[in-house]
């Protein structure tokens, strides 16, 4: 059971990397919109998760969002929609790998949420958010003049994988207690399905057009499935046979793998450039991650 529970955790984490990259291919050579792209990607996933709730016979359990709706707005709003508003559209502005790393970086951010909470933030935890927050700064600064050239918005796309990071922070804070009530997979369902339709109603206030090209539309389509559903309902299962303190570090997977993605030279992949500062930038956000997250 532990053996599968590892690979089940190591496999979510592996297609949790692929996000960065494969949206910003698809953004900057197909001509697709991000917020549309975002619109697929949440709303497919929430009609899925809900449809796989109902054959499972828990359709019923969906009816927590009327005993809590605020609860579960905020839910939505923060983690299916902000989140991947924000990342969609720094992907648009910068490169995948300083947006990877900052967005992943967010665990550096719950720690001083969590004090909104009523939780205690110890010392291990306040120096490992400095280490985190300089390592996205060295990582925001240490992009190449060319890369600079190549993306003028490059600060506006650190900023908006900052937000994205702030989002999923507040999310996994606020949500760790309507977890506990309702239980992993009800939470995410809800909270897909409100994502999903705040990014249509954003789409349509907009004036966007709901048909993306076909690339577009295959990358939504697996960004729905693989990333989200599979990768999310994997990680649920594997918590069930492992506690969070052995299944957490295989997060880190999830940057690692997704810069080595981005170096892919072209036309394979992005052919994106890790220099030496962006390198020293992502070794501290990893250590800032670690101390901000370690238990006792």
């Known amino acids: 059971m532990k053996r599968r529970a590892l690979i089940l955790?190591?496999?979510?984490?592996?297609?949790?990397?692929?996000?960065?990259?494969?949206?910003?291919?698809?953004?900057?050579?197909?001509?697709?919109?991000?917020?549309?792209?975002?619109?697929?990607?949440?709303?497919?996933?929430?009609?899925?998760?809900?449809?796989?709730?109902?054959?499972?016979?828990?359709?019923?359990?969906?009816?927590a969002f009327v005993r809590e709706?605020?609860?579960?707005?905020?839910?939505?709003?923060?983690?299916?929609?902000?989140?991947?508003?924000?990342?969609?559209?720094?992907?648009?502005?910068?490169?995948?790998?300083?947006?990877?790393?900052?967005?992943?970086?967010n665990p550096v951010l719950i720690a001083p949420l969590s004090l909104l909470v009523g939780e205690r933030v110890g010392l291990g935890k306040v120096c490992g958010v400095v280490l985190g927050v300089v390592g996205c700064v060295l990582v925001l600064g240490g992009v190449s003049p060319g890369q600079v050239h190549e993306n003028p918005h490059h600060l506006l796309g650190g900023a908006l994988a900052a937000l994205s990071g702030l989002a999923w922070a507040a999310y996994t804070?606020?949500?760790?207690?309507?977890?506990?009530?309702?239980?992993?997979?009800?939470?995410?369902?809800?909270?897909?399905?409100?994502?999903?339709?705040?990014?249509l109603v954003v789409c349509l206030v907009m004036g966007k057009g709901l048909i993306l090209p076909w690339q577009g539309a295959l990358s939504g389509l697996y960004l729905a499935l693989v990333p989200t559903v599979f990768g999310f309902t994997a990680w649920y299962v594997a918590l069930k046979d492992l506690p969070a303190n052995v299944l957490g570090p295989l997060q880190f997977i999830v940057p690692i793998?997704?810069?080595?993605?981005?170096?892919?030279?072209?036309?394979?992949?992005?052919?994106e450039e890790l220099t030496a500062l962006m390198l020293l930038g992502g070794a501290l956000a990893l250590s800032g991650i670690y101390l901000s997250t370690r238990e006792r």
Not at 29 to 53: E, K, M, N, Q, S
Not at 259 to 271: D, E, K, Y
């Open 257 to 271: 793998g997704g810069v080595a993605l981005a170096c892919v030279p072209r036309p394979l992949g992005l052919g």
């Open 9 to 63: 955790g190591t496999l979510a984490c592996i297609s949790w990397s692929t996000v960065f990259v494969l949206g910003r291919l698809t953004i900057s050579r197909h001509a697709t919109d991000p917020v549309v792209l975002g619109l697929y990607r949440f709303a497919i996933t929430g009609l899925v998760l809900a449809a796989g709730v109902i054959a499972l016979g828990r359709g019923r359990e969906l009816a």
């Open 69 to 105: 709706p605020m609860a579960f707005l905020l839910l939505g709003l923060t983690g299916g929609f902000a989140m991947g508003f924000f990342v969609f559209l720094a992907l648009q502005h910068t490169h995948s790998i300083v947006v990877q790393i900052i967005m992943n970086s």
């Open 173 to 199: 804070v606020f949500g760790r207690r309507v977890v506990q009530r309702h239980g992993g997979l009800i939470t995410t369902t809800i909270s897909m399905l409100i994502g999903g339709g705040a990014f």
